[in-house]
Protein backbone atom coordinates (compact mmCIF):
# COMPACT_ATOMS: atom_id res chain seq x y z
CA UNK A 1 0.00 0.00 0.00
CA UNK A 2 3.22 2.35 -0.24
CA UNK A 3 2.96 3.35 -3.93
CA UNK A 4 1.36 6.40 -4.55
CA UNK A 5 -1.89 6.14 -6.55
CA UNK A 6 -1.49 7.66 -10.58
CA UNK A 7 -4.70 9.77 -9.86
CA UNK A 8 -5.01 13.65 -9.82
CA UNK A 9 -7.80 15.53 -9.25
CA UNK A 10 -7.88 18.62 -11.26
CA UNK A 11 -9.26 20.78 -8.27
CA UNK A 12 -8.31 21.02 -4.99
CA UNK A 13 -10.45 19.26 -2.44
CA UNK A 14 -9.86 21.16 1.08
CA UNK A 15 -10.25 24.57 0.42
CA UNK A 16 -14.06 27.24 0.47
CA UNK A 17 -15.58 27.48 -2.46
CA UNK A 18 -17.15 25.10 -5.40
CA UNK A 19 -15.34 23.52 -8.24
CA UNK A 20 -15.65 20.98 -10.43
CA UNK A 21 -13.06 19.60 -12.02
CA UNK A 22 -12.02 15.66 -12.85
CA UNK A 23 -10.17 12.90 -11.04
CA UNK A 24 -6.88 11.68 -14.37
CA UNK A 25 -5.97 8.69 -14.47
CA UNK A 26 -4.02 8.20 -17.12
CA UNK A 27 -4.91 5.38 -19.33
CA UNK A 28 -2.84 4.38 -22.83
CA UNK A 29 -5.09 2.74 -25.14
CA UNK A 30 -5.22 2.26 -29.04
CA UNK A 31 -7.12 5.43 -29.67
CA UNK A 32 -4.99 7.57 -27.32
CA UNK A 33 -1.21 6.50 -26.60
CA UNK A 34 -1.44 9.70 -23.66
CA UNK A 35 -4.71 9.21 -22.62
CA UNK A 36 -6.80 9.77 -19.63
CA UNK A 37 -10.15 8.04 -17.74
CA UNK A 38 -11.94 11.80 -16.37
CA UNK A 39 -13.98 10.99 -13.63
CA UNK A 40 -16.37 13.86 -12.88
CA UNK A 41 -16.03 15.26 -9.37
CA UNK A 42 -17.30 18.78 -7.87
CA UNK A 43 -16.14 19.68 -4.16
CA UNK A 44 -17.91 22.44 -2.23
CA UNK A 45 -16.74 23.72 1.04
CA UNK A 46 -17.64 26.45 3.85
CA UNK A 47 -15.08 26.18 6.40
CA UNK A 48 -15.02 23.75 9.34
CA UNK A 49 -17.75 21.19 9.59
CA UNK A 50 -18.98 17.73 8.84
CA UNK A 51 -17.81 16.36 5.09
CA UNK A 52 -20.44 14.25 3.12
CA UNK A 53 -19.12 12.05 0.46
CA UNK A 54 -21.71 11.32 -2.13
CA UNK A 55 -21.07 8.73 -5.08
CA UNK A 56 -23.26 7.36 -7.94
CA UNK A 57 -22.28 5.42 -10.88
CA UNK A 58 -20.44 2.61 -8.94
CA UNK A 59 -21.64 0.29 -11.55
CA UNK A 60 -22.77 2.17 -14.88
CA UNK A 61 -26.10 1.37 -15.43
CA UNK A 62 -27.76 2.87 -12.71
CA UNK A 63 -28.93 6.35 -13.29
CA UNK A 64 -30.73 7.67 -10.47
CA UNK A 65 -27.29 8.72 -8.49
CA UNK A 66 -25.90 10.13 -11.24
CA UNK A 67 -28.69 11.94 -12.15
CA UNK A 68 -29.62 13.25 -8.17
CA UNK A 69 -25.74 14.46 -7.95
CA UNK A 70 -25.58 16.22 -11.38
CA UNK A 71 -28.36 18.04 -10.28
CA UNK A 72 -26.83 19.04 -6.75
CA UNK A 73 -23.86 19.44 -7.81
CA UNK A 74 -25.14 22.58 -10.28
CA UNK A 75 -27.63 23.93 -7.18
CA UNK A 76 -24.89 23.78 -4.42
CA UNK A 77 -24.82 26.93 -3.08
CA UNK A 78 -21.39 27.09 -0.35
CA UNK A 79 -22.13 30.05 1.49
CA UNK A 80 -25.59 28.40 2.65
CA UNK A 81 -22.97 25.22 3.82
CA UNK A 82 -21.19 24.64 7.04
CA UNK A 83 -18.65 21.92 6.16
CA UNK A 84 -18.34 20.16 3.07
CA UNK A 85 -19.84 17.61 -0.08
CA UNK A 86 -17.76 16.20 -2.19
CA UNK A 87 -19.84 14.79 -5.24
CA UNK A 88 -18.76 11.56 -7.40
CA UNK A 89 -21.82 10.78 -9.55
CA UNK A 90 -20.24 8.62 -11.96
CA UNK A 91 -17.79 6.60 -9.92
CA UNK A 92 -16.66 4.25 -12.15
CA UNK A 93 -16.69 6.37 -15.53
CA UNK A 94 -15.94 4.13 -17.91
CA UNK A 95 -18.73 1.58 -17.02
CA UNK A 96 -21.19 4.43 -16.74
CA UNK A 97 -19.59 5.39 -20.41
CA UNK A 98 -20.59 2.75 -21.82
CA UNK A 99 -23.92 2.21 -19.77
CA UNK A 100 -22.71 -1.03 -18.14
CA UNK A 101 -22.37 -2.32 -15.03
CA UNK A 102 -18.80 -2.91 -15.35
CA UNK A 103 -15.68 -1.29 -16.94
CA UNK A 104 -15.53 -1.66 -20.77
CA UNK A 105 -11.62 -1.30 -19.93
CA UNK A 106 -11.31 -4.44 -17.55
CA UNK A 107 -14.34 -5.96 -16.75
CA UNK A 108 -13.79 -4.56 -13.66
CA UNK A 109 -16.90 -4.64 -10.60
CA UNK A 110 -16.09 -1.06 -8.78
CA UNK A 111 -18.43 -2.10 -5.98
CA UNK A 112 -15.94 -5.30 -5.53
CA UNK A 113 -12.59 -4.75 -5.84
CA UNK A 114 -12.04 -2.19 -2.74
CA UNK A 115 -9.85 -1.15 -1.30
CA UNK A 116 -8.18 -1.46 -5.11
CA UNK A 117 -4.83 -1.05 -5.52
CA UNK A 118 -2.49 1.50 -6.67
CA UNK A 119 -0.33 -0.41 -9.25
CA UNK A 120 -3.94 -2.41 -10.23
CA UNK A 121 -6.19 -2.28 -12.83
CA UNK A 122 -7.91 0.88 -13.81
CA UNK A 123 -11.23 -0.29 -11.75
CA UNK A 124 -8.79 -0.81 -8.98
CA UNK A 125 -7.14 2.26 -9.20
CA UNK A 126 -9.93 4.22 -9.08
CA UNK A 127 -11.46 1.78 -5.99
CA UNK A 128 -7.86 2.51 -4.50
CA UNK A 129 -7.67 6.39 -5.28
CA UNK A 130 -11.43 6.81 -3.04
CA UNK A 131 -10.69 4.49 -0.45
CA UNK A 132 -7.32 6.73 0.22
CA UNK A 133 -7.71 9.80 -1.04
CA UNK A 134 -11.39 10.59 -0.55
CA UNK A 135 -12.76 8.04 2.10
CA UNK A 136 -10.36 9.41 4.53
CA UNK A 137 -11.69 12.92 4.35
CA UNK A 138 -15.74 12.26 4.42
CA UNK A 139 -17.85 11.85 7.90
CA UNK A 140 -20.40 10.49 6.66
CA UNK A 141 -21.39 8.74 2.76
CA UNK A 142 -24.35 8.05 0.73
CA UNK A 143 -23.82 5.70 -2.26
CA UNK A 144 -26.12 5.43 -4.11
CA UNK A 145 -27.11 2.09 -6.42
CA UNK A 146 -30.39 1.17 -7.88
CA UNK A 147 -30.36 -2.17 -9.98
CA UNK A 148 -29.11 -1.78 -13.27
CA UNK A 149 -29.96 -3.65 -16.26
CA UNK A 150 -30.61 -7.41 -14.63
CA UNK A 151 -32.45 -6.30 -11.53
CA UNK A 152 -35.27 -4.06 -10.25
CA UNK A 153 -36.36 -3.18 -6.80
CA UNK A 154 -38.79 -1.14 -4.91
CA UNK A 155 -37.22 1.88 -3.63
CA UNK A 156 -35.52 1.44 -0.77
CA UNK A 157 -31.86 3.44 1.10
CA UNK A 158 -30.09 0.23 3.55
CA UNK A 159 -27.81 0.47 6.20
CA UNK A 160 -25.80 -2.64 7.37
CA UNK A 161 -25.31 -4.02 10.88
CA UNK A 162 -21.77 -2.71 11.48
CA UNK A 163 -20.14 -4.73 14.94
CA UNK A 164 -19.92 -1.21 16.73
CA UNK A 165 -23.62 -0.43 17.63
CA UNK A 166 -23.37 3.67 17.73
CA UNK A 167 -22.34 3.57 14.53
CA UNK A 168 -24.88 1.21 13.27
CA UNK A 169 -27.42 3.73 14.87
CA UNK A 170 -25.92 6.56 13.10
CA UNK A 171 -26.58 5.16 9.97
CA UNK A 172 -30.18 4.56 10.79
CA UNK A 173 -30.55 7.31 11.72
CA UNK A 174 -29.38 8.52 8.46
CA UNK A 175 -30.94 6.22 6.65
CA UNK A 176 -34.46 7.30 7.90
CA UNK A 177 -33.79 11.14 7.32
CA UNK A 178 -32.84 10.28 3.34
CA UNK A 179 -36.67 9.41 3.30
CA UNK A 180 -37.10 6.58 0.81
CA UNK A 181 -40.68 4.70 0.76
CA UNK A 182 -38.83 2.00 2.27
CA UNK A 183 -35.75 1.81 4.37
CA UNK A 184 -33.62 -1.45 4.60
CA UNK A 185 -31.22 -3.11 7.27
CA UNK A 186 -29.16 -6.01 4.73
CA UNK A 187 -27.12 -8.63 5.08
CA UNK A 188 -24.90 -8.59 1.69
CA UNK A 189 -24.57 -11.89 -0.21
CA UNK A 190 -20.33 -11.36 -0.44
CA UNK A 191 -19.71 -8.32 1.60
CA UNK A 192 -15.38 -8.73 0.23
CA UNK A 193 -14.49 -6.13 -2.09
CA UNK A 194 -17.66 -3.35 -1.51
CA UNK A 195 -17.44 0.01 -0.90
CA UNK A 196 -20.04 -0.19 1.86
CA UNK A 197 -17.52 -2.30 3.94
CA UNK A 198 -14.61 -0.49 3.98
CA UNK A 199 -16.30 2.79 4.20
CA UNK A 200 -17.74 1.21 7.50
CA UNK A 201 -14.46 -0.14 8.53
CA UNK A 202 -12.91 2.73 8.47
CA UNK A 203 -15.81 4.04 10.90
CA UNK A 204 -18.02 6.29 8.18
CA UNK A 205 -21.64 6.68 8.47
CA UNK A 206 -22.88 4.30 5.55
CA UNK A 207 -26.01 4.18 3.58
CA UNK A 208 -27.04 3.01 0.04
CA UNK A 209 -29.57 2.76 -1.72
CA UNK A 210 -31.48 0.07 -4.75
CA UNK A 211 -34.09 2.71 -5.94
CA UNK A 212 -35.44 1.37 -8.99
CA UNK A 213 -33.70 -0.49 -11.98
CA UNK A 214 -33.83 -2.14 -15.24
CA UNK A 215 -30.94 0.46 -16.87
CA UNK A 216 -33.23 3.30 -16.71
CA UNK A 217 -34.60 6.03 -13.75
CA UNK A 218 -38.50 7.36 -13.73
CA UNK A 219 -39.44 10.68 -12.51
CA UNK A 220 -40.48 8.95 -9.25
CA UNK A 221 -37.04 7.59 -8.67
CA UNK A 222 -35.42 10.28 -9.56
CA UNK A 223 -37.61 12.13 -7.50
CA UNK A 224 -36.94 9.99 -4.49
CA UNK A 225 -33.13 10.26 -5.09
CA UNK A 226 -33.14 14.16 -5.49
CA UNK A 227 -35.16 14.58 -2.01
CA UNK A 228 -32.97 12.06 -0.24
CA UNK A 229 -29.72 13.57 -0.55
CA UNK A 230 -30.85 17.12 0.36
CA UNK A 231 -32.64 15.60 3.44
CA UNK A 232 -28.96 13.93 4.41
CA UNK A 233 -26.94 16.94 3.96
CA UNK A 234 -29.94 18.89 6.84
CA UNK A 235 -29.52 15.72 8.35
CA UNK A 236 -25.81 15.60 8.83
CA UNK A 237 -26.16 19.64 9.78
CA UNK A 238 -23.81 20.86 6.05
CA UNK A 239 -26.87 22.61 4.29
CA UNK A 240 -29.94 24.78 6.15
CA UNK A 241 -33.30 24.14 5.77
CA UNK A 242 -35.74 21.54 6.66
CA UNK A 243 -35.90 17.77 6.17
CA UNK A 244 -38.65 16.45 3.91
CA UNK A 245 -40.74 14.06 5.72
CA UNK A 246 -41.15 10.61 4.25
CA UNK A 247 -42.42 7.69 5.67
CA UNK A 248 -40.70 4.86 5.13
CA UNK A 249 -41.55 1.23 6.08
CA UNK A 250 -38.63 -0.74 7.46
CA UNK A 251 -37.76 -3.75 6.00
CA UNK A 252 -34.46 -6.58 6.68
CA UNK A 253 -32.89 -8.86 4.11
CA UNK A 254 -31.16 -11.05 6.45
CA UNK A 255 -31.57 -14.68 5.37
CA UNK A 256 -31.14 -17.16 3.15
CA UNK A 257 -34.95 -17.37 2.31
CA UNK A 258 -34.92 -13.66 1.25
CA UNK A 259 -32.67 -14.53 -1.69
CA UNK A 260 -34.47 -16.76 -4.95
CA UNK A 261 -32.19 -18.33 -7.40
CA UNK A 262 -33.71 -19.58 -11.22
CA UNK A 263 -32.92 -22.91 -11.15
CA UNK A 264 -32.67 -23.19 -14.77
CA UNK A 265 -32.41 -21.00 -18.18
CA UNK A 266 -35.70 -19.54 -19.92
CA UNK A 267 -38.48 -17.14 -20.22
CA UNK A 268 -39.17 -15.56 -16.71
CA UNK A 269 -43.23 -14.98 -15.89
CA UNK A 270 -43.60 -12.95 -12.88
CA UNK A 271 -47.15 -14.68 -10.94
CA UNK A 272 -46.17 -11.57 -8.65
CA UNK A 273 -45.05 -7.95 -8.51
CA UNK A 274 -42.64 -5.34 -7.05
CA UNK A 275 -44.06 -4.44 -3.99
CA UNK A 276 -46.71 -7.10 -2.96
CA UNK A 277 -46.92 -9.02 0.16
CA UNK A 278 -46.31 -12.77 -0.42
CA UNK A 279 -46.53 -16.05 2.05
CA UNK A 280 -44.20 -18.67 2.21
CA UNK A 281 -44.83 -21.45 -0.47
CA UNK A 282 -47.14 -19.16 -3.01
CA UNK A 283 -46.41 -18.80 -6.57
CA UNK A 284 -43.97 -16.27 -7.57
CA UNK A 285 -42.60 -16.92 -10.61
CA UNK A 286 -42.89 -19.30 -13.80
CA UNK A 287 -39.94 -20.56 -16.04
CA UNK A 288 -40.64 -21.55 -19.57
CA UNK A 289 -38.23 -23.13 -21.25
CA UNK A 290 -36.78 -21.35 -24.51
CA UNK A 291 -36.62 -23.59 -26.78
CA UNK A 292 -39.44 -26.41 -27.13
CA UNK A 293 -43.52 -26.54 -26.75
CA UNK A 294 -45.06 -28.83 -24.63
CA UNK A 295 -43.02 -29.01 -21.81
CA UNK A 296 -44.58 -27.51 -17.94
CA UNK A 297 -42.44 -24.46 -16.51
CA UNK A 298 -40.73 -24.80 -13.54
CA UNK A 299 -42.68 -23.14 -10.88
CA UNK A 300 -41.35 -21.16 -8.40
CA UNK A 301 -42.09 -20.49 -4.59
CA UNK A 302 -41.66 -18.02 -1.78
CA UNK A 303 -38.77 -19.41 0.56
CA UNK A 304 -40.29 -16.81 2.92
CA UNK A 305 -43.08 -14.11 3.58
CA UNK A 306 -42.56 -10.93 3.43
CA UNK A 307 -42.84 -8.18 1.01
CA UNK A 308 -41.64 -8.62 -3.16
CA UNK A 309 -38.20 -6.22 -3.03
CA UNK A 310 -36.33 -7.28 -6.36
CA UNK A 311 -36.65 -9.02 -8.81
CA UNK A 312 -34.57 -10.21 -12.17
CA UNK A 313 -35.92 -7.13 -14.23
CA UNK A 314 -35.04 -9.47 -18.23
CA UNK A 315 -37.36 -11.55 -19.68
CA UNK A 316 -35.12 -14.41 -19.99
CA UNK A 317 -33.08 -15.74 -17.50
CA UNK A 318 -29.97 -18.15 -16.56
CA UNK A 319 -29.57 -20.99 -13.77
CA UNK A 320 -28.18 -18.67 -10.91
CA UNK A 321 -29.38 -15.42 -11.38
CA UNK A 322 -31.09 -13.69 -8.33
CA UNK A 323 -34.77 -13.90 -9.55
CA UNK A 324 -36.83 -12.23 -6.82
CA UNK A 325 -35.76 -11.23 -3.17
CA UNK A 326 -38.12 -10.96 -0.58
CA UNK A 327 -38.11 -8.60 1.91
CA UNK A 328 -39.17 -8.79 5.71
CA UNK A 329 -41.13 -6.32 7.30
CA UNK A 330 -39.43 -5.28 10.63
CA UNK A 331 -41.78 -4.22 13.82
ZN1 LIG B 1 -25.23 -0.95 -8.13
Request: net charge negative.
Amino acid sequence: MSAASPITASIVLDADGIRHGHLRLPHSHDGSAWGHVMIPITVARNGDGPTALLTGGSHGDEYEGPLALMDLANTLRPEAMAGRVIILPAMNHPAFAAARRTSPIDGGNLNRVFPGAPDGTVTEKIAHYVASEILPRADIVLDIHSGGKTLDFIPFAAIHETGDPSQTEAARAAMEAFGAPHAMIMRELDPAGMFDTVAEQAGKVFVTTELGGGGTATAASVGIARRGVRNLLIHAGIVDGSIEPAPSRLLSIDHEGCFHLSPGAGILEPCRDLGVMVQEGELIARIWPADRTGVAPAEIAALSSGLLAGRHFPGLIAMGDCLAVIARPVG
